[in-house]
C-alpha cells in the first residue's frame, strides 16, 4: 500500500495505558507517548496519505425509542460502547483524539480528512479517518505499553487486510443514523470539514486483540 496507517489506542496519556503503532512505505514505528505520535504522524503526512484509526468509540446511534436509546450498536455483541469499558474509552476518546487531530493539523496545515472508505487518500495531507474495535475475553492482570501496542498492531494490520482485498470495505458494525464524535472532533479543531461529518458514519474496522504476556485478550 502506498498510505500509511496509523491506529492509536486510546488511553491516557498521564496514567500511560495509551498505546500506538505506524506502518507504511517509509517509516514503522510504535509507542506509548501521544506527542512522539504526533511528530512522526505529521512527517508522513507531508509526504503522503494516511490512514488512521482510533480504537475507543468514535460515533453513538441516534435512535427514536427511549429505550432503545443506550442498546449496544450493532455488532457490539457483549462489548458495548454505553457500559463498562465501552464508556471509559469513549469518555477518554473525547479529550485525547481533539488532542491529537490539533496536534497534527498544526504538523501539516494543508492536512484534510475524510470519513468515506470507499475512496482512500492517495495524495500528501489526505488523512482518512476510522474507528478500530479491539475486543476479545479481555486481558487478566496489569495491561503494559507493550499490550496497548499490540492491539494497536492488530487493528493496523486489520486495516491493510480490509483495503488490500478484493472486495470493497464494509464496516464491522452498523448503526447508519448517528452522531459522529471525530466529525464533532474535527470541526472542533478547525479541520476543513462541513458539518455534514456530523452525521456521517465512520468505518469501523474489527480486529482481535494480539497475544499478551499473561491471557490472550
Known amino acids: 500500500m502506498s498510505m500509511h496507517v496509523a491506529v492509536v ?4 496519556p498521564e496514567k500511560k495505558n495509551l498505546g500506538w503503532a505506524i506502518e507504511g512505505p517509509s517509516l514503522s514505528d510504535s509507542g506509548g507517548d501521544v506527542d512522539r505520535f504526533i511528530e512522526r504522524s505529521g512527517e ?12 475507543a468509540p468514535m460515533y453513538v446511534p441516534m435512535r427514536d425509542l427511549p429505550e432503545y436509546l443506550t442498546r449496544g450498536r450493532s455488532g457490539e455483541a457483549n462489548r458495548p460502547f454505553s457500559a463498562g469499558a465501552g464508556c471509559g474509552a469513549l469518555v477518554t476518546g473525547l479529550v485525547v483524539v ?17 470519513l468515506d472508505w470507499t475512496t482512500l487518500p ?14 476479545g475475553v479481555g486481558r487478566k492482570g496489569s495491561v503494559t505499553t507493550v499490550d496497548h501496542v499490540a492491539d494497536a498492531r492488530a487493528a493496523l494490520h486489520r486495516f491493510q487486510a480490509k483495503a488490500a482485498g478484493p472486495a470493497p470495505m464494509t464496516s464491522d458494525l452498523g448503526d447508519s443514523v448517528c452522531l459522529n464524535l471525530l466529525g ?5 479543531t478547525g479541520w476543513p470539514v462541513g458539518v455534514g461529518v456530523l452525521s ?7 480486529a482481535q486483540p494480539a497475544l499478551s504476556g499473561a491471557v490472550s485478550a
Not at 9 to 12: H, T, V
Not at 98 to 108: D, N, S, T
Not at 200 to 206: A, G, T
Open 98 to 114: 481533539p488532542y491529537i487531530l490539533a496536534g497534527l493539523l498544526k504538523a501539516c496545515p494543508f492536512a484534510t480528512a475524510s
Open 122 to 135: 492517495t495524495r500528501p495531507g489526505e488523512v482518512f479517518l476510522f474507528e478500530a474495535f479491539v475486543s
Open 9 to 12: 489506542d486510546i488511553g491516557s
Open 44 to 55: 508522513v503526512m507531508r509526504t503522503g496519505p494516511l490512514a488512521l484509526g482510533f480504537e
Open 184 to 188: 464533532a472532533a474535527l470541526l472542533r
Open 200 to 206: 456521517q458514519p465512520c468505518l469501523v474496522v474489527r
